[in-house]
């Protein structure tokens, strides 16, 4: 009689957490890079890191402000001007929009995303009248 035998092992997720980021705040294109977690047990073995770039875009700036194209890194919204407010580029899930827990799926590995302690890179779309590169509209 042959018997097998098989180990199984529970998926753990992997997460953004905090200190594992860039830091400071923006509108910024650079590149930002992103080290891996291994759900909320510490760094992922081996160390991965993820590199978030942006890159050819085709509205080079936004209308009164030539210094900003339509996708930026760390920005928010401003009510009285052309120019973003600056926001962190990597801050928790719940920092903006009322994101919940449920919004999000790890599918079924643990530990589950908890918004009020994983953390997400910012982006920001910029509707306001984009320009192309050539200045037109």
Do not use: C, W
């Amino acid at each position: 009689m042959l018997v097998a035998a098989k180990l199984s092992f529970a998926q753990q997720s992997l997460k953004y957490e905090n200190g594992g980021g860039p830091s400071g705040n923006g509108a910024s294109t650079t590149d930002k890079t992103v080290t891996i977690y291994n759900g909320d047990a510490g760094v992922y073995s081996p160390a991965t890191t993820v590199t978030y770039s942006l890159s050819n875009q085709q509205y080079a700036s936004i209308e009164g402000n030539n210094s900003v194209p339509g996708l930026v890194f760390g920005a928010a919204v401003n009510g009285s001007g052309n120019t973003p407010n600056t926001a962190p580029y990597y801050g928790l899930m719940n920092r903006l929009g009322g994101s919940g827990n449920t919004h999000y799926s790890t599918n079924g590995a643990t530990p589950a995303i908890a918004v009020a302690n994983d953390y997400t890179v910012s982006l920001m779309t910029i509707g306001d009248a984009l320009l192309n590169a050539n200045g037109s509209n």
